[in-house]
Each structure stands twice: as C-alpha cells, then as structure tokens.
C-alpha cells in the first residue's frame, strides 16, 4: 500500500540522541536508518535496537495531493524480519488508537491557548478507523470528531503527526514484528492514488518485555591462592578475610530470550565517592569486545546478522583492594528505544559483603 510521504514518500520517526551520529534528542529520522525492523543505532552497544514504549510517527502526503483522511494498516509478520521472518501476506487492517495533535490558538483580544485536536479514529462513509490530516481537520464532517477549537489563527505544535500509539498496540503482542502502510482519502472519502517508491511500507521489530533474567546467583570469596574462603558472619551480610591479594566471584545471569540484550556490568562500590573497581571480564555489551570471551555453556556472543544478543550465565571476578564493606550492584540495559529515547541503564540486583585483606 502506498506510504506517507514527505520527499519520495519517506516514513519519518523520532529516534533518540544516542542514535543516528549522536544527533540532538527528538531530532526526527528517516527510515533510511531503520533496517529489518530496527533503529541501527550509533555503532556503540545502543544499536540495533528494538521498539518500546510510545512512538510518534511523522510523515506528509505528497506536496499537492488531495489527501484529506488515511487509514494506517498495521500486519503482523511471521517471526522477525532480521531472523529468517516470514513478511505479512496483506496489508493487515487499519489501526484504531486514538490520536491527539495540539493547536495554538490565538483569539479576539490577543488571547492564546493551546488547544488538544483530536485527529481520530472516526468512521464514514463505509470506512472505519479514519484519521485526518492537519488540512483535512477543519472539513471533518460536523458528528463525526469533537468540533475544532475556535481562534482567528491556528499553528499546530506537532507537524506531521500521523501515529501515536503505544508500540504494543500495532503488533497487537508484547513481543513482534509489523509492517505500517497507508491509504489515502479524499474530502469525499475517494480513495486517492498515490505514488510508490520503495518507502511504502514501515516494518517495525517491538519488544515490550524486560529481559528474561538479570541477576546475582551467588557471592563467593577466595585468598591469593584460589581456596576457599568462608563467611565469619551469618545472615544476610556476610564477612570474609581474604588476606592480601584475595578475590571474591560472582555468578551472574543476565539473558533476554528475545535477543534484546543491550549491555551489562557488575560494579564493585566501596567508600564514599571512590570509583567502582575493576572487574574480570569488564562490562559486557552488544558491541563492547568480549575480552575474555565466556566460557562454553549458554552463554552467546553477539550475532549482528540476526541483531541479536541473549546473555547467559558467568562467573565475574573482582580483587579485593582494602577492607571494606563492598557493594556489587548489577546494572543492565535492554537494546529497544521508544521513539525518542533509547532504553537506560538500571540496577537489576546488588549483592552487599563484607571483605579484608587484613
């Protein structure tokens, strides 16, 4: 079905700062930086990613056209487009999220508001689920959507927003891949031919779900010479002597069966404003180098030609450097964005311990 479109019926959609050469936050993005269903990305551990979260799509018809109203037809795909999925058969049916634009208003004694429009969904004439375009909002026939806000003057304050929706709301799933098409309408409600070019449709890869696993399994504590090491305390802070030279391990699990992990470090607090120490291996990620690579098991490296990382489980050292009461805090981060900003880094779990060197 034929696109939006806005200089060769370009798809736009809002990325965040951290993709795309690291341009200013809700700079907006042309699908020509959105492959097999994800955001490309900077080239760091952010990329590749995934759909969450609320997207606001934009877009134009072309300069000229008559387009007054336009369905946007959501269809799932079978599997992931990166993965080996199978494209939908058929343009799926028309999307039914509310959509809210904002006016600014200006009114008789220099009076001004700002005003919000709803631009759909609506039913006419056969059709359901309709939107309208900024031109076409004023011509909504009366019944149809709230009455326009009356004003003498009238600028709105998303240009060109066609979509937003909740990215769960278009694949209809927590988890899934859709391709977005549109078809235009006018004044009449007459289908309006449009061009095509190889932007006619958007397919978007959506992950709405927190990864799978993110956590410490277990703390344990070694001297120089690799032997064991056990806790003089009970409860749930325990306390070790490790001597000199002594190190603690920390098994961790931090997976995404959907392959959406982004990146994940364990950090070792101590003292007060001291940076974390070191840890063997350091922070893991979907672009970092894996040095050293994890131990055989189901641990699994980056897979780029299928944007794709899983995790797994290793063991995480640390060298104990003073006597301290140390914190190791967990922090992970999914590979998905919501349009405008690309998923944070969080705490997932921590483990408090007691540990001497002397």
């Known amino acids: 079905m034929p696109s939006l479109t806005k200089v060769s019926n370009l798809w736009l959609i809002t990325l965040s700062g951290m993709i795309l050469e690291s341009i200013p936050i809700s700079r907006i993005s042309l699908v020509s930086n959105i492959h097999d269903g994800y955001a490309d990305g900077d080239g760091s551990d952010a990329s590749d990613l995934a759909f969450t979260g609320t997207l606001n ?89 709230p009455p326009m806000p009356p004003g003498t003057l009238l600028a709105w304050s998303y240009n060109g927003l066609k979509v937003s929706a909740d990215a769960s709301k278009l694949v209809g799933a927590s988890q899934g891949a859709v391709r977005l098409s549109v078809t235009g309408y006018d004044a009449a409600f007459a289908p309006v031919a449009l061009p095509h070019n190889t932007a006619d449709t958007l397919d978007l890869e959506i992950d709405t779900t927190p990864l799978t696993i993110a956590q410490i399994n277990a703390l344990s504590a070694f001297d120089s010479h690799g032997n064991p090491v056990s806790s003089t305390a009970l409860g749930h802070c325990p306390v070790y002597m490790v001597g000199v030279g002594g190190y603690v391990v920390l098994n961790v699990t931090v997976s995404d069966d959907n392959g ?99």
């Open 57 to 145: 799509i934009y877009g134009e018809f072309a300069s000229g056209s008559p387009v007054s109203y336009y369905q946007v037809h959501a269809a799932p795909w079978s599997g992931n487009p990166a993965r080996g999925g199978a494209a939908p058969g058929g343009a799926g049916g028309p999307i039914a999220e509310p959509l809210f634009n904002y006016a600014v208003m200006l009114h008789s004694g220099g009076i001004v508001t700002v005003d919000a429009v709803q631009m759909g969904p609506f039913s006419s004439g056969g059709l359901t689920n309709l939107y309208a375009t900024q031109e076409g909002r004023p011509g909504v026939p009366a019944g149809l959507l």
């Open 260 to 358: 959406h992990l982004c990146s994940y470090a364990l950090l070792p607090n101590f003292g007060h404003s001291l940076p974390p120490g070191t840890t063997t291996p350091g922070p893991r990620g979907y672009k970092t180098p894996f040095v050293p690579p994890p131990t055989p098991g189901p641990f699994g490296l980056p897979d780029f030609s299928r944007k794709e990382l899983d995790g797994g489980t290793e063991d995480i050292t640390f060298v104990i450097p003073e006597n301290c009461c140390y914190d190791f805090r967990l922090d992970v981060r999914k590979r998905v964005t919501d349009g405008t900003h690309v998923s944070g880094t969080y705490t997932a779990d921590f483990w408090t311990a007691t540990v001497n060197v002397s």
